[in-house]
T-cell receptor
Framework: GIQVEQSPPDLILQEGANSTLRCNFSDSVNNLQWFHQNPWGQLINLFY???GTKQNGRLSATTVATERYSLLYISSSQTTDSGVYFCAGIKAAGNKLTFGGGTRVLVKP | GAVVSQHPSRVICKSGTSVKIECRSL??????MFWYRQFPKKSLMLMAT?????????EQGVEKDKFLINHASLTLSTLTVTSAHPEDSSFYIC?????????FGPGTRLTVT
């Protein structure tokens, strides 16, 4: 299977700050998703982004498929952005969604 | 999107007993459902893929006789942890795939005493 590495593992932000989270894949993926896991454990879908750039409010994501990485941008962070951000991908011709280790984000007021 | 529910949200059981966790797809008929396990401060690990009307496919290292999966209908999959032990304590999350995206249930926190 594929290996998914996320960085940084932990991130502490002051409210209002911007940040970039990175996800590297060991192999080509044809499915890539970003999730936010809230303090109660629920995974919330942020982006389905196997390639290109998408934006949703203060969040945006860019995937460079040829270089096997994806970036998640958080702008003007708020305390409600705290939680764990996961990226996950499915290898081409595969069916299993493999998760990275996550980035634990804490936004301080 | 898709709406996925799980029941119960948390359960405490005694060592040696069995626990059943339900996963329901509320607005989509899912021929395939996925079961994940997450230990504290760790990532999600795929345990098995549940296929409606047929046997589940288990990941390497997951005991199929311990984690019984039944996908009896297009909207319901169940995971039964048999003869539970404290090391089975974990957060269990189910998921469905709709079109190209996977959507996750709220999870079930199992504590085995």
């Amino acid at each position: 299977g594929i290996q998914v590495e996320q960085s940084p593992p932990d991130l502490i932000l002051q409210e209002g700050a911007n940040s970039t989270l990175r996800c590297n894949f060991s192999d080509s993926v044809n499915n890539l998703q970003w999730f936010h896991q809230n303090p109660w454990g629920q995974l919330i879908n942020l982006f389905y982004i196997p390639s290109g750039t998408k934006q949703n409010g203060r969040l945006s994501a860019t995937t460079v498929a040829t270089e096997r990485y994806s970036l998640l941008y958080i702008s003007s962070s708020q305390t409600t952005d705290s939680g764990v951000y996961f990226c996950a991908g499915i290898k081409a011709a595969g069916n299993k969604l493999t998760f990275g280790g996550g980035t634990r984000v804490l936004v301080k007021p | 999107g898709a709406v996925v529910s799980q029941h119960p949200s948390r359960v405490i059981c005694k060592s040696g007993t069995s626990v059943k966790i339900e996963c329901r797809s509320l607005d989509f008929q899912a021929t395939t459902m996925f079961w994940y396990r997450q230990f504290p401060k760790k990532s999600l690990m795929l345990m098995a893929t549940s296929n409606e009307g047929s046997k589940a496919t288990y990941e390497q290292g997951v005991e199929k006789d311990k984690f019984l999966i039944n996908h009896a209908s297009l909207t319901l999959s169940t995971l039964t942890v048999t003869s539970a032990h404290p090391e089975d304590s974990s957060f269990y999350i189910c998921s469905i795939k709709r079109e190209r995206e996977q959507y996750f249930g709220p999870g079930t926190r199992l504590t085995v005493t």
